[in-house]
């Protein structure tokens, strides 16, 4: 089992900047991926941007050239860094951890941007 820890989010004006982070932990090993997926009312969840345990990094692309995830502080984590935010990047954000076929889930943190 793995559990992930969300922070992050809130209320941002158009053009504005917001950093995620989420730190996984519990029975770890291996190669995985983890990253950040997004579902915004009446939408389905989409992907967002993945990280994986070789650093390959992958981005929906709406938000290439402006979201950059990374290693977090902490060895198995992520960061978000959103710059540049547009209204439609309004959503919950939910963490995500992928290992041997098992995906794991955060709680979500809202992302709101106003005009």
């Known amino acids: 089992q793995v559990q992930l820890v969300e922070s992050g989010g809130g209320l941002v004006q158009s053009g504005g900047s917001l950093k995620l982070s989420c730190a996984a932990s519990?029975?770890?090993?291996?190669?995985?991926?983890m990253g950040w997926y997004r579902q915004a009312p009446g939408m389905e969840r989409q992907m967002v941007a993945l990280?994986?345990?070789?650093?390959?990094?992958t981005y929906v692309y709406s938000v290439k050239g402006r979201f950059t995830i990374s290693r977090g502080d902490a060895r198995y984590s992520v960061s978000l860094q959103m710059n540049n935010l547009k209204l439609e990047d309004t959503a919950v954000y939910y963490c995500n951890f992928k290992q041997s076929g098992n995906s794991y889930w955060g709680q979500g943190t809202q992302v709101t941007v106003s005009s």
């Open positions: 519990g029975n770890i090993f291996g190669d995985y991926v």
């Open positions: 990280r994986s345990s070789t650093n390959t990094t």
